[in-house]
């Protein structure tokens, strides 16, 4: 694992980038801040815009789903602090939801460099909207690029966290539109003795000796 420190976008698996940045939370060093937590790190072009508004706020109304999922949330703009909390307090104001997770100001773009989040062709001094489940050990699990002109959903990003911790604690993987409470799939056979192996599980919804499913 690579502890990236460019201005490249971080790979599945290499270890996320560390960094130490100002926050509506306070000064924040993030492999402290997260510990043992699983980690959604989203980025957002700019503060006080319609459509980085509706992402916060349903981040926010959700943000008990994530608890129960040992995960913590944190955005980040390239916005100073001023702004994020002004913007903050619209929303509460607006839309009636309180953010309740830590937004990271991050005026010299030295976080967004470290996590690829600047796409020059888009915009040379705004973030795209970026998404990285990062897990307890600090390593990439999953990244996923939006436009910014396309709002993220929210739903996905839920549904891709479960898959990655379904298949993490059983061993699995998760087929197409999975999700939570569905069939998974058992790990293909690799010898004649695991496919006879496979043969002798009745549980198994058996489609072919490499195209099992179980349910959790």
């Known amino acids: 694992m690579t502890d990236l420190s460019t201005s490249s976008i ?5 270890l996320a980038p560390d960094f130490d940045a100002q926050t509506t939370q306070g000064q924040l060093k993030f492999s402290d801040w997260q510990k043992d937590s699983w980690v959604i790190l ?3 072009p700019a503060d006080f815009t319609p459509v980085c508004s ?6 926010a109304r959700r943000n008990a789903e994530f608890q129960e999922r040992n995960t913590k949330l944190i955005g980040l703009s390239i916005d100073s602090i001023h702004s994020h909390l002004a913007w ?14 830590p937004m990271i100001a991050d005026i010299d773009m030295s976080v967004a460099k470290k996590f690829g989040m600047l796409h020059p062709n ?3 001094t705004a973030t795209v909207r970026a998404v ?6 600090r390593v990439v699990r999953a990244l996923v690029y939006y436009p910014m002109n396309v709002g993220r959903n929210v739903d996905e990003i839920v549904r891709l966290l479960d898959g990655l911790q379904c298949a993490d604690k059983h061993g699995v993987a998760c087929p197409v539109n999975w999700k939570k409470g569905d069939k998974v799939i058992v ?14 599980h009745a549980e198994y919804d058996r489609k072919d000796f ?4 179980k349910t959790i």
């Not at 004649?192 to 002798?200: H, K, N």
Request: a negative charge; proline letters at 11%; zero cysteines.
């Open 122 to 124: 888009t915009h040379a």
């Open 54 to 59: 509706t992402e916060l706020t349903e981040f």
């Open 88 to 101: 903050r307090e619209n929303l509460k104001q607006i839309l009636g939801v309180t953010i309740p997770y």
């Open 187 to 200: 790990p293909p056979p690799k010898t004649e003795a695991d496919v006879e192996e496979r043969g002798r």
């Open 132 to 137: 990285f489940l990062i897990d307890p050990k």
């Open 210 to 213: 490499y195209l099992n499913f």
């Open 10 to 14: 971080p790979r599945i698996g290499d």
């Open 42 to 44: 989203f980025s957002h």
